[in-house]
């Protein structure tokens, strides 16, 4: 698993994961990078084309890939 893919941002990210789970310091963290990055680390923009949520939303219920 790349550093740079979707998985990486949904299971396995240290700033990502906790902040989807409440974390207060790496919600502040994550905020942080996508204010400075325009939408997320790489692994991030890759979530959101595959699932087509934000890094900073969980996944819809079922958790299925966006087909374009």
Same mark, same amino acid.
């Given at each position: 698993?790349?550093?740079?893919?979707?998985?990486?941002?949904?299971?396995?990210?240290?700033?990502?994961?906790?902040?989807?789970?409440?974390?207060?310091?790496?919600?502040?963290?994550?905020?942080?990078?996508?204010? =400075?990055?325009? /939408? @997320?680390c790489p692994a991030g923009r890759a979530r959101q084309r595959k699932y087509g949520v934000r890094p900073d939303e969980p =996944?819809?219920? /079922? @958790?299925?890939?966006?087909?374009?």
């Amino acid at each position: 698993m790349a550093w740079m893919d979707a998985e990486f941002c949904e299971s396995r990210c240290p700033v990502c994961t906790r902040a989807r789970r409440g974390n207060r310091l790496a919600k502040l963290l994550q905020k942080l990078e996508m204010a =400075l990055t325009g /939408g @997320g680390c790489p692994a991030g923009r890759a979530r959101q084309r595959k699932y087509g949520v934000r890094p900073d939303e969980p =996944l819809p219920s /079922g @958790g299925h890939e966006v087909r374009l």
